[in-house]
């Protein structure tokens, strides 16, 4: 069935740093989305991509269909961004998403 | 503006008992909903999604139940719960297409 392998699985910054986390895809997808998870379990929408990439703030992610891969770029890290990232793909028409393991990342001061 | 409400916030439930979870979207005109499931420390697991009223899928099978009896209404429900089922069960909308959205959850577990 349809796998999305996320890496890495855990992530530590500095605060004022920065890092990639990245979602291969072992078959085609039509779009992907990135959440991150808090403390309380409330899943945040970070980015929603059919194609190309998108940036809000500190965040930037891009997909590339063709090559079955997505990236989630975090700079200049704040405390506030720990949690755990996931990914999510979806072919559309079939109503099955499914996720990445997740990133847990840490920021610290 | 569109929002998403689960109950219970929480349960703590005996082996074999009964459960029923609850979701309802408002201010969205028949959504795609769907039914996550997710183990303490673990990755979401689709459970079940539906496209319109009295039609549910099931993607995988744990011994759960799926209904949707109203437009905005999403129901999870099994009549013998099994230790395996505790975890964080979420429930979310789109349309189709396009982006999900997720509620709140409920954290469910089974002593």
């Known amino acids: 069935g349809d796998q999305v392998e996320q890496s890495p699985s855990a992530l530590s910054l500095h605060e004022g740093t920065g890092s990639a986390l990245r979602c291969n895809f072992t078959?085609?997808?039509?779009?992907v989305q990135w959440f991150q998870q808090n403390s309380r379990g409330s899943l945040i929408n970070l980015f929603y991509?059919?194609?190309g990439t998108k940036e809000n703030g500190r965040l930037k992610s891009t997909f590339n269909s063709k090559e079955s891969y997505s990236t989630l770029h975090i700079r200049d890290a704040q405390l506030e961004d720990s949690g755990t990232y996931f990914c999510?793909?979806?072919?559309?028409?079939?109503?099955?998403?499914?996720f990445g393991a997740g990133t847990r990342l840490k920021v610290i001061a | 503006a569109q929002t998403i409400h689960q109950w219970p916030v929480a349960e703590i439930k005996a082996v074999g008992s009964p459960l029923s979870l609850g979701c309802t979207i408002k201010?969205?005109?028949?959504?795609?909903l769907y039914w996550y499931w997710q183990a303490t420390g673990g990755t979401l697991q689709q459970l079940f999604y539906?496209?319109?009223?009295?039609?549910v899928e099931s993607v995988v099978q744990l011994n759960l139940s799926a209904s949707r009896p109203k437009d905005d209404q999403f129901i999870l429900s099994t009549e013998k719960l099994l230790l395996s089922h505790s975890g964080f069960y979420l429930c979310?909308?789109?349309?189709?297409?396009?982006?999900?959205?997720f509620g709140p959850g409920t954290r469910l577990t089974v002593l």
């Open positions: 979310a909308w789109s349309l189709v297409g396009v982006e999900q959205y």
């Open positions: 078959t085609t997808m039509r779009a």
């Open positions: 991509l059919a194609s």
């Open positions: 999510a793909a979806f072919n559309t028409g079939n109503y099955k998403y499914v």
């Open positions: 201010g969205k005109s028949s959504p795609n």
């Open positions: 539906s496209i319109t009223v009295g039609q």
